[in-house]
């Protein structure tokens, strides 16, 4: 080479007489010049070598600019079928004033002729890549200093600290993208996989375990990279069954530890539970009424006395240990949602996503809440999104909109949804619960003045009768699936805990037509 090497190595920490001085010494940003040439010579070299680093490496990683507008001139006469040389290149930085500078067009030809090999051509990239990512963390460290100085109203400490978190979590992606074409054989044996990690669970489902065994028969479990949405009128429990859910979910945790050290999830999910609505202490509170059967009004009372205090605190030192998290933010918005959830999975790990409701949380900027249905699209494609970014399940509570109770059959249909119907289009999953016996209670006979007592007698009769076998049971009516057939399961409901479980005496209601 003409030219001396430069250096890209530059001091950690200033030197001990700038120090007493008071003085930072100027740091170079870190790049390897000579990394840089040696892989644009083996592209130059051999052609082949830019498919090998093409999805690996951008123009942007480049530290020299020369050398970046190189690359992408090699990679337009490559996607072109055309050969990438200093011959064919020549056209192309005759009249480059940077090229000149460092020794014009003769600067291609020694380029390619430096090259031995390109078999270190990844490694280069790889390299490169690591000095760009490092530019850019300094960059944004500075970012973040300067944005911490500037006093603005409109953009509190907290909203800084989470927009920095999410540019720390783009830039430690960059690159992790698994996509492109696969092998059919590939995903055959990923599918044999989770089949028979499948079989190795205790609750045989692929997905996360919901507790409920007539529903994970139906859904195979709740799928990573779901949505999965949740619905149903005022009273009818949702909350209570996302609750179930999530807490099975966590109870069912099982991580193996392998022989380097590392973890593997063999079954159940570590939980986020977004709540909106409730507290973080109702929550507990109904998870403790629940496991416990002591009333949650006696619990909050205080009045836990006798033989129930040993199960109290049993039942209280269990569900401690459970890796559920809970977030009681109100009105948060979709980008600060997944800031919280990245952030988790990336410190302790996530494999489940609940937020109890849809319709209180936020777009967040770009979105005037004005146009309500436009929102609520914003925020159902922002979720839908988040459960593939991060590879789970989100089940996400929503409203009915009130045409349910004009109707002589309350049963909830995927038209009710409230407010959008992308909620129906984004979501994998779509499930109603809907409890029969809410609305049979509030519709006790009354004698009517024409009637006579046998009549009556009867009607109130037939009345209880039907109320007796409606009595603690729920319906989950599953409107949509992606993954499988529709109808509804029948699962059991106890108001005085407000806790759902499996129905001993299962009866099967007649299946939807739809599959």
């Known amino acids: 080479m003409e030219r001396a090497p430069r250096s890209n190595v530059t001091p950690l920490a200033p030197r001990d007489d700038a120090a007493r001085d008071g003085v930072t010494p100027l740091r170079t940003p870190p790049y390897n010049e000579e990394a840089e040439m040696a892989l644009l010579g083996a592209i130059l070299h051999n052609n082949k070598a830019f498919d090998r680093v093409s999805e690996l490496l951008e123009t942007k990683h480049f530290a020299v600019g020369i050398h970046g507008r190189i690359y992408e001139a090699c990679g337009k006469l490559i996607q072109r079928g055309q050969v990438a040389d200093p011959r064919s290149l020549k056209n192309y930085f005759e009249q480059d004033n940077s090229l000149a500078e460092v020794g014009g067009v003769s600067y291609l030809s020694r380029l390619a002729a430096s090259v031995v090999t390109i078999i270190n051509v990844v490694d280069y990239a790889r390299d490169i890549r690591d000095l760009y990512l490092r530019r850019q963390l300094i960059d944004l460290g500075g970012e973040v200093v300067n944005r911490a100085y500037a006093f603005d109203l409109e953009s509190g400490a907290v909203q800084q600290i989470e927009a920095a978190e999410q540019q720390l979590f783009n830039l430690a992606t960059v690159g992790e993208s698994e996509g492109g074409l696969k092998a059919f054989g590939q995903s055959l044996n990923a599918a044999i996989d989770m089949a028979q990690a499948a079989f190795k669970r205790s609750s045989h489902v692929t997905g996360v375990t919901t507790g409920l065994l007539d529903l994970d028969r ?5 799928h990573p990279s779901d949505l999965i949405i949740l619905a149903g009128r005022p009273s009818m429990g949702k909350t209570a069954l996302a609750t179930k859910i999530a807490f099975k979910a966590a109870e069912a945790l099982k991580v193996a530890r392998n022989e380097d050290g590392s973890s593997e999830l063999i079954e159940g999910a570590r939980v986020a539970f977004f709540s ?8 507990a509170t109904r998870l403790l009424s629940e496991e416990t059967e002591i009333s949650s009004d006696k619990i909050r009372r205080g009045d836990v006395r006798g033989d129930d205090f040993p199960k109290f605190v049993a039942v209280s030192q269990r569900l401690s240990r459970l890796e559920l998290y809970i977030d009681d933010t109100p009105g948060l918005s979709v980008p600060a949602l997944r800031t919280r959830a990245r952030r988790l999975k990336r410190t302790r790990g996530l494999e489940m996503i609940v937020i109890d409701y849809l319709q209180l949380m936020t777009a967040g900027p770009g979105v005037t809440p004005e146009n309500r249905v436009q929102e609520i699209s914003a925020i159902t494609r922002g979720l839908k999104s988040l459960a593939k970014e991060l590879n789970v399940p989100v089940l996400a509570l929503s409203q009915l909109s009130r045409a349910v109770e004009q109707r002589e059959d309350k049963r909830p249909q995927l038209a009710d949804l409230r407010e959008s119907g992308t909620i129906e289009q984004d979501a994998d ?8 016996q809410y609305y049979h209670e509030r519709a006790e006979p009354q004698k009517r003045a024409d009637e006579s007592d ?4 009867d009607r109130y009769a037939k009345w ?6 409606i009595h603690n049971v729920a319906e989950i009516i599953i409107g949509k699936q992606r993954h499988g057939p529709i109808g509804t399961v029948r699962v059991k409901f106890e108001g005085e805990f407000t806790r759902f479980d499996n129905l001993e005496s299962f009866r099967q209601l007649p299946e ?4």
């Open 218 to 222: 139906k859904l195979g479990g709740l």
């Open 276 to 283: 909106l609505e409730m507290s973080a202490e109702q929550l």
């Open 429 to 436: 999953v779509v499930m109603f619960v809907y409890r029969e």
């Open 454 to 457: 046998e009549r009556f007698n």
């Open 464 to 469: 209880q009768e039907h109320g007796a076998n």
């Open 512 to 515: 939807d037509a739809g599959h």
